[in-house]
């Protein structure tokens, strides 16, 4: 089925089965292998490391950002041409974003390389500690050429309709990561650099394995000879930067945070903090590979002007992001000392206990988290960048800042809070975004083409 049709003819339910499932399967596969990262770092080499590793993911995911501004914010006017029948233009976005998706992976990997112990020094990190952090960044940093467009090419695959082809691609990337580390870990005793040079060479092999049908010419999608324009690359960037911003505010928090977890808590908090995020790299690709799986056909119904069509599929994206955050409330809450067991071996009982502590005050997050996270998705989805981005970086870092002053009287009680509080003040901030939306409608629906027909 090609994605003119998908888009186009097949109803809503089904549309979201077909593809928001397969998507959401497709990003938890391909975040599985930072899952496994975390337990053989910390299973194998032990706390320390593990703690390392931890206070070096800010900057590994930082080196993804550039990419993913890119891959995400080509992928919206991609759709939107593809929408219009335009694909011409729809190919020369896929091409001239590939291209500069590689050349900002050399300029950053570069700066990344250089400047790794700087950075983790400037965060009070010291001694084994911090070594072994710069190891695990710079292995990023070297192979960011060949790794950072495995994340677009997903988004390019999925806007193809070829959904099923992307969640066994990112299966494939994790089943080869996780054994490449694993091999490096347990054979070759390379260390948290081998840990870290396995999963990039399972992101680098999987990079050129996604393109060989597109350099075949057997994709919607096709190389062409490049047309850079200034309109082009500021379109672009204005449609990723709400995903863009995201990661670096958040990011910018991160660190922020292991700042403060060095000097309240010291390798301890950072570990525990480290669990958290681990969690939160579960369930968060389930939401992010629903909603954006489901992208490419609201920007293409969009661009079609089939509003009541888009409405229909948002529905079903906010019916599941509230079934999958709300049980995931549930079984953190549940089985927090279990989780953190996943994590750490050679620690107290008393660590387990304070991890699971943090375990039930971060489930609360929940409980809210899915409605500014549909609601950012579907402006993004829609070229509303604007709304997009105020709620991205109120939740990666506004909010998230203001609390941490509000809540430090609380010490780590305070920090392991946050969460919670920044998903309550991002629903609401997500409620009057769509309330603004809701004056609109009217006017929107009335403007279809009298030949659609809404499909229920």
Same mark, same amino acid.
């Given at each position: 089925?090609?994605?003119?049709?998908?888009?186009?003819?097949?109803?809503?339910?089904?549309?979201?089965?077909?593809?928001?499932?397969?998507?959401?399967?497709?990003?938890?596969?391909?975040?599985?292998?930072?899952?496994?990262?975390?337990?053989?770092?910390?299973?194998?080499?032990?706390?320390?490391?593990?703690?390392?590793?931890?206070?070096?993911?800010?900057?590994?995911?930082?080196?993804?950002?550039?990419?993913?501004?890119?891959?995400?914010?080509?992928?919206?006017?991609?759709?939107?041409?593809?929408?219009?029948?335009?694909?011409?233009?729809?190919?020369?976005?896929?091409?001239?974003?590939?291209?500069?998706?590689?050349?900002?992976?050399?300029?950053?990997?570069?700066?990344?390389?250089?400047?790794?112990?700087?950075?983790?020094?400037?965060?009070?990190?010291?001694?084994?500690?911090?070594?072994?952090?710069?190891?695990?960044?710079?292995?990023? %940093?070297?192979?960011?050429?060949?790794?950072?467009?495995?994340?677009?090419?997903?988004?390019? =695959?999925?806007?193809? %309709?070829?959904?099923?082809?992307?969640?066994? =691609?990112?299966?494939?990337?994790?089943?080869?990561?996780?054994?490449?580390?694993?091999?490096?870990?347990?054979?070759?005793?390379?260390? /948290?650099?081998?840990?870290?040079?396995?999963?990039?060479?399972?992101?680098?092999?999987?990079?050129?394995?996604?393109? !060989?049908?597109?350099?075949?010419?057997?994709?919607?999608?096709?190389?062409?000879?490049?047309?850079?324009?200034?309109?082009?690359?500021?379109?672009?960037?204005?449609?990723?930067?709400?995903?863009?911003?995201?990661?670096?505010?958040?990011? /910018?928090?991160?660190?922020?945070?292991?700042?403060?977890?060095?000097?309240?808590?010291? @390798?301890?908090?950072?570990?525990?903090?480290?669990?958290?995020?681990?969690?939160? %790299?579960?369930?968060?690709?389930?939401?992010?590979?629903?909603?954006?799986?489901?992208?490419?056909?609201?920007?293409?119904?969009?661009?079609?002007?089939?509003?009541?069509?888009?409405?229909? !599929? @948002?529905?079903?994206?906010?019916?599941?992001?509230?079934?999958?955050?709300?049980?995931?409330?549930?079984?953190?809450?549940?089985?927090? @000392?279990? !989780?953190?067991?996943?994590?750490?071996?050679?620690?107290?009982?008393?660590?387990?206990?304070?991890?699971?502590?943090?375990?039930?005050?971060?489930?609360?997050?929940?409980?809210?988290?899915?409605?500014?996270?549909?609601?950012?998705?579907?402006?993004?989805?829609?070229?509303?960048?604007?709304?997009?981005?105020?709620?991205?970086?109120?939740?990666?870092?506004?909010?998230?800042?203001?609390? !941490?002053?509000?809540?430090?009287?609380?010490?780590?009680? %305070?920090?392991?809070?946050?969460?919670?509080?920044?998903?309550? =003040?991002?629903?609401?901030?997500?409620?009057?975004?769509?309330?603004?939306?809701?004056?609109?409608?009217?006017?929107?629906?009335?403007?279809?083409?009298?030949?659609?027909?809404?499909?229920?």
């Amino acid at each position: 089925m090609n994605s003119h049709e998908l888009f186009t003819n097949t109803p809503p339910r089904k549309l979201f089965f077909f593809a928001a499932l397969p998507g959401a399967v497709s990003m938890l596969a391909s975040a599985l292998y930072q899952l496994f990262d975390g337990m053989f770092v910390g299973q194998f080499l032990g706390s320390t490391p593990f703690a390392a590793l931890n206070l070096a993911m800010p900057f590994v995911i930082i080196n993804f950002a550039l990419a993913d501004l890119i891959g995400v914010g080509s992928s919206v006017p991609i759709s939107i041409h593809l929408g219009r029948h335009e694909d011409n233009e729809a190919s020369n976005y896929f091409t001239c974003a590939s291209i500069l998706i590689v050349l900002a992976g050399v300029v950053v990997g570069a700066a990344i390389y250089a400047a790794a112990p700087m950075m983790i020094a400037l965060m009070g990190a010291e001694g084994e500690f911090a070594s072994l952090a710069v190891s695990y960044l710079r292995v990023y %940093g070297l192979c960011s050429p060949v790794t950072t467009i495995v994340f677009a090419v997903d988004n390019f =695959l999925r806007i193809c %309709g070829k959904t099923r082809g992307s969640m066994f =691609l990112n299966i494939f990337m994790s089943v080869l990561s996780v054994a490449l580390e694993a091999f490096f870990l347990l054979v070759l005793r390379l260390g /948290i650099a081998g840990a870290a040079l396995g999963t990039c060479l399972g992101m680098a092999v999987t990079a050129v394995v996604a393109y !060989i049908p597109f350099f075949r010419g057997r994709m919607l999608l096709r190389f062409r000879r490049p047309r850079f324009s200034r309109a082009m690359i500021r379109k672009i960037v204005t449609s990723g930067a709400p995903n863009f911003l995201n990661n670096i505010a958040g990011r /910018i928090t991160s660190i922020l945070m292991n700042v403060l977890l060095v000097r309240l808590g010291g @390798e301890i908090a950072v570990s525990i903090y480290g669990v958290l995020m681990y969690v939160e %790299g579960f369930i968060q690709p389930l939401l992010y590979g629903m909603c954006d799986s489901l992208q490419p056909a609201v920007g293409y119904n969009w661009g079609a002007r089939a509003f009541p069509r888009v409405k229909a !599929i @948002e529905k079903c994206c906010f019916a599941a992001a509230v079934v999958i955050s709300l049980l995931s409330a549930l079984v953190i809450n549940c089985i927090p @000392e279990a !989780i953190a067991r996943v994590f750490m071996e050679d620690v107290s009982a008393s660590v387990i206990a304070d991890t699971a502590f943090a375990l039930r005050l971060f489930s609360l997050t929940y409980l809210t988290r899915w409605f500014s996270f549909a609601t950012q998705s579907f402006m993004l989805a829609i070229e509303r960048a604007g709304a997009a981005t105020l709620i991205s970086l109120s939740t990666a870092l506004i909010f998230p800042l203001l609390l !941490i002053a509000a809540l430090w009287p609380l010490g780590l009680t %305070g920090l392991w809070l946050n969460f919670a509080g920044t998903s309550v =003040l991002a629903g609401i901030l997500a409620a009057f975004v769509m309330l603004r939306l809701k004056r609109d409608w009217k006017a929107l629906t009335a403007a279809r083409p009298a030949a659609f027909k809404e499909t229920a």
